[in-house]
């Protein structure tokens, strides 16, 4: 270290003659301060405000997380081919944003984790979001416009009034109205969410019958009866008829706390009006780009 003050002046005087390139890197350093600056931060609201985490939990009864918003570094993430083919670069991306790195993002609820992505796209790119549509009615593709602040976050309060009981222990039951078994479900995390998806990807490559249903089905599943050995399960996934697998596929929705995207969508040519979910395509993040 001395040779090195030594070398660029620091510790005796040294002639008139001192390499211009020290001096340059001198002064660039000196300007550099000056553009030292804290990225802004955001707090945003958990529609889970925290009840279905465990007490060991970061985000147990806490009903916001801290982000930083978007920068360079993180378009470096969504623009990464290699992450974008591991399926993992969202979640990098989460996992940069997100301030307490005690969070873990594959343990935030799926709900939870759509709160922080929609937050980090408005604030990375603004609230309008266009995106193509297909029509339901004539099936024309056009152009269509998002507003992503008009947003409702859904805390699925008063569920005994949709027959689920919470157990208050991350778990829900409900009496399947044609077999009337009780099923206990539980909510799906981000790496629950992503085991989903590998394995209908898996399915595709493998050309077999993609499971849509019955994936979802094993994910959320952890008792019949009382009964959580897995050849009950089993026996119950794949014999459960159309009515009761419906019936548990929507107490589930009802049940987890999310951000409503459902917006009124108007056809341009032949003026048809349906309440669509955004679509969270590959543009999402990408707007005019």
């Known amino acids: 270290m001395s040779r090195n003050r030594d070398r660029v002046g620091g510790a005796h005087p040294q002639p008139d003659t001192s390499p211009p390139p020290q001096q340059v890197t001198q002064e660039q350093g000196t300007s550099a301060s000056h553009f030292s600056f804290v990225v802004p931060t955001e707090f945003v609201e958990l529609p889970s405000q925290g009840k279905y985490y465990p007490e060991e939990h970061p985000l147990h009864n806490q009903d916001s997380i801290e982000i930083r918003q978007m920068t360079a570094k993180e ?77 409702e976050v859904y805390t699925a309060d008063n569920l005994s009034d949709k027959n689920i009981i919470n157990n208050h222990d991350g778990t829900f039951d409900t009496i399947l109205p044609k077999t009337q078994l009780t099923a206990t479900f539980r909510l799906l995390r981000g790496v629950d969410e992503k085991q989903l998806l590998n394995n209908l990807q898996a399915d595709r490559k493998r050309k077999t019958l993609e499971k849509n249903i019955t994936r979802q089905l094993q994910n959320i599943l952890v008792a019949v009866n009382g009964n959580d050995e897995q050849s009950a399960l089993n026996y119950l996934i794949e014999n459960i008829p159309s009515m009761d697998s419906r019936y548990l596929r929507t107490t589930y929705n009802l049940a987890t706390p999310n951000v409503d995207l459902t917006q009124t969508f108007i056809c341009d040519e032949c003026d048809h009006e349906a309440d669509l979910e955004v679509p969270l395509s590959t543009d999402f993040f990408w707007p005019e780009r």
């Open 75 to 151: 378009e470096d993430i969504l623009t990464s081919r290699t992450l974008l083919k591991k399926g993992v670069a969202l979640d990098r991306v989460i996992q940069s944003l997100i301030v307490d790195k005690k969070i873990n993002p594959d343990t935030l609820l799926v709900g939870d984790r759509n709160a922080i992505i929609i937050a980090c796209r408005i604030s990375g790119y603004g609230n309008l979001y266009n995106t193509k549509i297909g029509c339901p009615a004539c099936g024309v593709t056009q152009e269509y416009e998002f507003d992503l602040n008009d947003t």
